[in-house]
Nanobody
Framework: QVQLGESGGGLVQAGDSLRLSCGAS????????MGWFRQAPGKEREFVAV????????YYTDSVKGRFTISRDNAKNTLYLQMNTLKPEDTALYYC???????WGQGTQVTVSS
């Protein structure tokens, strides 16, 4: 099974930016759509963004459109999420996953203060 590892989270102020990374191993990375999800304490996991195999198509949840950009580097087996103009409501543990949703990383924490 594929193994995923997220990194790049941190504590920032509203309006700041962060870039999250997700490294994949144990599978053929380029064959899968990849996505980012997030989960706040006591709440269910929420879809954030998804990207097609070659990166030509992307889709975002309405709350992050215009602020977040998902991308991938298949040569490096890495998925990215550029997050700009962060808001306190973006605070969550961020996960990456393949389109099958069968495997998840440990997550990386993003905390946005007012």
């Amino acid at each position: 099974q594929v193994q995923l590892g997220e990194s790049g989270g941190g504590l920032v102020q509203a309006g700041d930016s962060l870039r999250l990374s997700c490294g994949a191993s144990g599978g053929d990375f380029s064959m899968y759509y990849m996505g980012w999800f997030r989960q706040a304490p006591g709440k269910e996991r929420e879809f954030v963004a998804v990207i097609s195999r070659s990166g030509g198509h992307t889709y975002y949840t309405d709350s992050v459109k215009g602020r977040f950009t998902i991308s991938r580097d298949n040569a490096k087996n890495t998925l990215y999420l550029q997050m700009n103009t962060l808001k306190p409501e973006d605070t969550a543990l961020y996960y990456c996953a393949r389109s099958t949703l069968a495997n998840w990383g440990q997550g990386t924490q993003v905390t946005v203060s007012s």
